[in-house]
């Protein structure tokens, strides 16, 4: 594991792509229940789906005994996404979450993000839970747009 800090989103500058706010991001997140999770699997990135819940800051998730439990529970850097997009408009946007990620084994706490409400979509059980305290949260909104840009003469 290393202890850099990753990046700060600095954002496009031009007038396609707005960068999101930190409140924004979390109202985006908090809306939401379905994101992708991206960490390293015998040296390889993987990145899988998974519904969430939110405590706090914090991203909260079930697992079995598999991958993402083996990867995570021991304070795995991992990212997070959450997104939406329109095809017709071209427009969309997405939070990315860069976080740790950590086993909750006591046993309160484990009773108290129980009561979060997060319910496992995949059959089977899932007794496991991880949570992703997040380091840095960046977003992104790309407006609607009818038309691509008019190529320019370089």
């Given at each position: 594991?290393?202890?850099?800090?990753?990046?700060?989103?600095?954002?496009?500058?031009?007038?396609?792509?707005?960068?999101?706010?930190?409140?924004?991001?979390?109202?985006?997140?908090?809306?939401?229940?379905?994101?992708?999770?991206?960490?390293?699997n015998?040296?390889?990135?993987?990145?899988?789906?998974?519904?969430?819940?939110?405590d706090?800051?914090?991203?909260?998730?079930?697992?079995?005994?598999?991958?993402?439990?083996a990867?995570?529970?021991?304070?795995?850097?991992?990212?997070?996404?959450?997104?939406?997009?329109?095809?017709?408009?071209?427009?969309?946007?997405?939070?990315?979450?860069?976080?740790?990620?950590?086993?909750?084994?006591?046993?309160?706490?484990?009773?108290r993000?129980?009561?979060?409400?997060?319910?496992?979509?995949?059959?089977?059980a899932?007794?496991?839970?991880?949570?992703?305290?997040?380091?840095?949260?960046?977003?992104?909104?790309?407006?609607?747009?009818?038309?691509?840009?008019?190529?320019?003469?370089?």
């Amino acid at each position: 594991m290393t202890t850099q800090v990753p990046h700060g989103d600095p954002g496009t500058g031009g007038r396609e792509t707005a960068v999101l706010n930190r409140y924004e991001c979390a109202k985006l997140l908090r809306d939401h229940h379905v994101g992708r999770i991206g960490f390293l699997n015998d040296g390889w990135p993987a990145i899988l789906p998974v519904n969430y819940a939110l405590d706090g800051d914090d991203i909260v998730i079930r697992t079995d005994a598999g991958t993402k439990y083996a990867a995570m529970r021991h304070g795995a850097e991992v990212a997070f996404e959450v997104d939406a997009f329109d095809s017709l408009y071209r427009s969309g946007w997405s939070v990315l979450v860069y976080g740790t990620a950590s086993e909750v084994v006591d046993e309160a706490e484990v009773a108290r993000v129980a009561a979060l409400g997060l319910r496992a979509w995949h059959h089977g059980a899932k007794p496991f839970w991880i949570r992703i305290a997040p380091v840095l949260v960046t977003g992104r909104r790309l407006p609607k747009a009818w038309q691509y840009p008019e190529p320019t003469d370089a």
